[in-house]
Structure formats: C-alpha cells, structure tokens
C-alpha cells in the first residue's frame, strides 16, 4: 500500500501478449492479450468455464504457458515461480480463499506478509494496522479461526491477507462468489478504496455488472479467447455485453 | 512385583517413552508437511549416537564422509542450475553452504582432537555433522518427488531407509558401542533409585516439546509450516514454497533424531540397525495420534514407553509383539470413529 504517485499512472505493470495455456492437449486460453496499468482496475468478465480461473493461475505461476509476459517490464522466462512473483509483489486471491482455517484471523494475516518478513522487511504489524483500517470486521475477529467466518468475512480476511504482502498487482478471483448482494457491495467498494492506494487490479469476475462498474477498463472472455475490449463504460453500454451478461436490468 | 520394580519400570518406561514422543513428533510434522512419511527418522538416531561415539573414541565419524558427499551432489547440481539460468550470485552460495560448511567442519575435525573437548562441544559437532543430512536427503530423494502421491513417496522412504542403513554398517560396523553418561548423579525416590540420565533424557525431551511448542505458536516460520500443513496452495501463494517448508521440517526432525540418539547412548547400546526399532516405536505413538495430532501422538508414544517397559517384566518375549499390537485396536477404534469422506 506505497503512496499514489499521482503524476505517473500509466505505468504498465502487466502486459502480456499471445498467451496460451493448455491442460494437456486441451487448450484452455488461446492468444490472450491484456495490458495493466499502476493504480487501474482492469476486469476480466465471462461465463462459467471460459478459462478465468486459469488466466489467474498461469499469471502468478501455477500453471505453465506459452507466450510473453511482461511483469514490471521484464519479460518472464522459464525460471518463473510462484515464490518469485510473490517476492515482486504480485499476489492472488484465489477462487477457493484457500485459507488457513484452523489458525486465527491474525495468524493468517501474519503469514500474508511471511514473504516480506523473509525479506527482511518487519513491518508487519504496522501492516496489519492498515489492513484492520480497511476491513475492520477483521479486527473484532482478529483472534477468531479463520474457519469459523461467514463467507463475506472469508473474502476480507482472504484479500486482508493479501494485501499484507503490499502488492503492486492484486489478482482477484471472483470476490463476490457466493456471497451476499449487501456483502458484495462492501466488498466492490473496498477493491475501489485499494485502487486509490495504487495497486494495480486484475479483477475476474461473472458478476459482469459489479466488475464493470468499478473498473476502469474490461475484457470479455469466452472459451478462452477474448472477444471484446474496451473501456468499462463502453462496455456497460455495449449491446452484445447487455445481450450476453447484463440481461435487462443494464438498460435501466 | 513390588513398588520398588514397578517404579524402576515406570521410570525406564517413561525415559524411553520421552524419546518415542520426540520421535513421534517429528513424524507427524514431517507427514503433515510434506506427506512423507520418514521411516529413515531412524538412522538419525543411530547416526546421531555413533557419531559421538565415534567422536568420544578419537576416531574420524563415517558421517562425515557422507556430509561431504552429499553436499558435493548437491552443490553439483544446483549449482548447475544456477549457473544455467545464469545466477551466478546463487552458484556461489550454493557451493559455500553445500561445499565449503562441510569442509571447514571436516577441516575442524582434522585439526582439534575432538575426543579432548568438552562433552557440550561433542555433542554440538555430533549435530552438525549428522544434522545437515535431513535438508540434504529432502532435497535429493524427495524435492524432485514432492507431488507424487502418498505410496510413491512411502517407497522412497523405505529406500533411504534401506540405504541409509546400509552405509551405517559401513560405517560405524557391525558391534555396538555406547557412550560415556552426561552424568553419574542419581537420586534416591523412596525405594527407588533414579539415575541421573534418566532424569536428564526426560527433561530434555520436556524442554525440547516446549520448544518445538513455542516455535510453531510464536515465530512466523513456525506458523508458515503449520500454514503448508493445513492448506499447501494457500501457503505457496504467499511465498512460502513447498521446499523451504520440506527442507525446514527434515531439518527439525534429524535434529530431534540425533539429538535422541545422543540422550539415550548412555543407557542403551546402540548399533548400526538400532535406529529402526526405535523409530518405529515413535512411528506407533505417530499412529495413535492419526499422524495428524500432536499431544495425542506425545501420549501414545510415552504410553508406547510404559507397556513396553511393564511387558518386558512380564513377558519379556513377547515384549515387541505386545507394542507393536497396540497398532491394531487403535487403527480399529480409528476407522470406526471416522466417517469416510468423500472427496470434492
């Protein structure tokens, strides 16, 4: 959570060209290019099984690829590691929170910045004052196991935990998934609040509306491919992505 | 039996049983981080122990020739890879960790005649030379395995086991050998007479649960081996990898292995293939805790101690029968408490 270097935001902090991932002989993403810039939300929409969950995976490492990436300007070659992507400041909260569920909430938050601490950086507990700052439902159950939460306190404590390895891109996975319309209203409106600390978001998401309207730009991906691009209230207003992922309630 | 039997059985049950709990331990840790299950936990206990006594003889340590041998392969290879992915900072320290350690300590071992020092130095030699062993073989048997499954990596283990016992008999041959007692004090309970090694083997092992406690509840990396335990995916994105957790949790538990070996080579003659036995004891404790519970696996092991102390009164032939049937009740009691799960 560096400050906003306010002048210079079009730094590109992810740019990735011609990407391919496949399981196997299937291909699960083909051609893929998408651009991030520092201090933009960028969302990823589409329907289930369009290949988002692995967009995410391959960016941060868990899955091989073919194609160029470029994190923080330098081209990823084959001594790619998730360990070495964590240590430049990219994190991702995955689909499944993945959590540490039979430790404390500020167990959990502590391990989020276990990478920085082997840096040698031992700020963490300033850190996760700024983290119980930005979800204090975190703070009243900093002592709690993490698998005790409801699924909307799941998700903060989740992105809370990223967040202590002071990103510089956040990858998040469908963060309203199986939460609450109120909670997934708190939950947009804290991703919008990070934005203005300066990190770069690459937002995944089939809530199509929500994802949009806090980005700033959107990819539509469908069976792997990326079908339509285009800044986020271009594409709010775009017939096919009203016909295919707002349905009526976007003409309103 | 009079009290004064049943005591003196108690206290050799509760000693024995001490290092079980110590054993099975590092068992469940190593398991529940890395899913390996260390049948070789053994050999660090003999090697642990002969190596003292190979140093306390004025004699040269086999382990030290294996030390240098391993770090060499590895050294070779990592470095290799460093050298190809052309990080030429990390060549570097991988061959002053892997290669220039183990010579300066084999350089120390040549030049001060260890079996003069003082016992505190011997035993810490000991531990570094028999130590450095479990972050090597993690990395050479099992880091390049660490996604195979359960069985695949069970077969390894037996192998290194195997192995490892093999080159223990080259090493330290086939006669056993104890070492001189930390300490002649004994103590007069009652009837009973408590030796002072006795005393010091349990206290230790009470010292060394407490650290292990204070390390996995209060520092970070302790946590973030908890963390690769509970929840491996969750762990590795944030930065904790699966070998730093692998090679921390080998290097917590060939301490625990050698330093046993090293409390109990007083009491206990020890010879090459020892270890197994005694690492399989820790094994059942290891069981009856699930591999899963700490404390429970403590309890069962120490238990593991008594019945095998109060069965060798009775029934002395019987004595391993009876400890290793202890196995059967309680996979029974197991699989009729759990309910099967089915898998996502």
Known sequence: MSELAGADERIVVLEVSSLSVSYGKVDALHGIALKVHRGEIVTVIGPNGAGKTTLLCALIGLLPVRGDIVYLGEQQDGGRSVEKLVRQGMTLVPEKRELFSEMSVKDNLLLGAFDRYRAGHRDQLETIDQVFEIFPRLRERRAQMAGTLSGGERQMLAMGRALMAKPRLLLLDEPSLGLAPLVIKEIFRTITQLKKLGVAILLVEQNARAALQVADYGYVLETGRLSLEGPSRDLLTDPRVIESYLGLGGRH | ?344
């Open chain 2, 1 to 344: 039996m009079d009290m004064q039997i049943a005591l003196l059985l108690g206290q050799d049950g509760l000693t024995n049983g001490a290092i079980y709990a110590l054993l099975a331990l590092a068992l469940v840790l190593v398991f529940a981080v890395t899913r390996v299950i260390f049948i070789p936990q053994g050999e660090f206990v003999a090697f642990g122990a002969l190596t003292l006594v190979s140093l306390q003889a004025g004699k040269l340590p086999g382990t030290l020739w294996l030390l240098l041998a391993l770090g060499t392969l590895i050294a070779l290879i990592d470095g290799a890879l460093a050298l190809r992915n052309r990080q030429f900072r990390r060549g570097l320290w991988i061959v002053s960790v892997y290669c220039v350690l183990p010579l300066l300590l084999a350089g120390t071992l040549f030049a001060i005649p260890a079996a003069t020092l003082p016992l505190p130095l011997q035993v810490g030699l000991a531990l570094m030379l028999v130590v450095p062993l479990g972050p090597m073989i993690y990395r050479l048997a099992y880091q390049p395995i660490a996604e195979a499954s359960v069985l695949v990596l069970l077969i390894v283990s037996v192998a290194v086991h195997v192995t490892l016992m093999g080159i223990g008999l080259l090493f330290f041959g086939a006669e056993g050998s104890r070492t001189l007692p930390f300490s002649d004090v004994s103590f007069s309970l009652g009837d009973a007479l408590l030796q002072g090694q006795a005393v010091l083997v349990v206290v230790t092992s009470v010292l060394l649960i407490m650290a292990l406690y204070f390390f996995f509840e209060r520092t970070i990396y302790g946590k973030a081996l908890r963390a690769t335990a509970m929840n491996r995916t969750g762990a590795r994105l944030m930065g904790i990898s699966g070998t730093l957790a692998g090679m921390l949790s080998f290097t917590l538990a060939a301490t625990i292995g050698a330093f046993s070996g090293i409390l109990i080579s007083p009491i206990t003659t020890i010879y090459y293939d020892s270890g197994f036995l005694i690492g399989l004891k820790g094994f059942v404790g290891a069981i009856i805790g699930g591999l899963a519970s700490y404390p429970v696996a403590a309890a069962g092991a120490i238990l593991v101690g008594l019945l095998e102390s109060y069965s060798s009164f009775w029934a002395s032939a019987f004595k391993e029968v009876i400890v290793f049937t202890l196995i059967i009740p309680v996979l029974l009691w197991r699989s009729l408490k759990t309910h099967h799960v089915e898998e996502e």
